[in-house]
């Protein structure tokens, strides 16, 4: 158990929905990061909060946002959904934020039908 | 643009032998580096990291190599167990901050 947590394990929606995807990093960890695992694709980063403010974004759609809370859990919002958008997100936390290992959550699994 | 590659899909080893995985990136300020393994519905796992200061990290049975003139990585299980059969990601960052780079991953099956 990592200690990163992520909600639902599992979502199934339709096109041109919205869903919200949650995260709870580690105790204590401050910076929270974005994934998505498409088919044979690798991890692509999408966005990384530290302390509640943006730090780095990578290939996130404008469809796409996210936010970390003062309690330190972020949240995902997905909009406008396409088939294409079905995948593993995941969510992982470090401590600063700096060159440390990740931690990630088990992940939640989206599926746009 | 995939800075991280994993070129090889699929490996299998039979068990008791060494298992070789291997990683190029493309970005030359790239300064660490990581490797992390992941069972099917779990969320990846952290392995074993190198800092571009060293060529070589050790921890148990499995070692990292670095190679920076070829930008290639390799991480090596010995011996390999059952067990390890998963799907392995290298990963790569900068140190301009802590976003990783990931390949696409190389699925591992270790035959008894």
């Known amino acids: 158990d990592s200690g990163v947590t992520q909600t639902p394990k599992h979502l199934i929606t339709a096109t041109g929905q919205r869903v919200t995807l949650r995260c709870s990093p580690r105790?204590?960890?401050?910076?929270v990061y974005w994934y998505q695992q498409s088919l044979d694709q690798g991890l692509q980063f999408l966005i990384q909060y530290y302390n509640g403010e943006e730090r780095a974004k990578g290939n996130i759609l404008e469809r796409f946002s996210a936010q970390q809370f003062p309690d330190l859990h972020s949240e995902l919002n997905l909009s406008s959904l396409e088939l294409g958008d079905s995948a593993l997100y995941f969510c992982a936390s470090t401590r600063t934020g700096r060159s440390e290992k990740l931690f990630f959550g088990s992940g939640t699994q989206l599926s746009v039908l | 643009d995939q800075q991280v590659k994993q070129n090889s899909p699929s490996l299998s080893v039979q068990e008791g032998r060494i298992s070789i995985l291997n990683c190029d990136y493309t970005?030359?300020?790239?300064?660490?580096f990581l490797w992390y393994k992941k069972y099917p519905a779990e969320g990846p796992t952290f392995l074993i990291s190198?800092?571009?200061?060293?060529d070589k990290n050790e921890d148990g049975r499995f070692t990292v190599f670095l190679n920076k003139s070829a930008k290639h990585l390799s991480l090596h299980i010995v011996p390999s167990q059952p067990g390890d059969s998963a799907v392995y990601f290298c990963?790569?960052?900068?140190?301009?901050?802590?976003?990783?780079?990931f390949g696409t991953g190389t699925s591992l099956t270790v035959i008894p």
């Open positions: 990963a790569a960052s900068a140190n301009t901050g802590n976003q990783f780079y």
């Open positions: 105790s204590g960890d401050l910076s």
């Open positions: 970005n030359s300020m790239f300064d660490y």
């Open positions: 190198i800092s571009s200061i060293k």
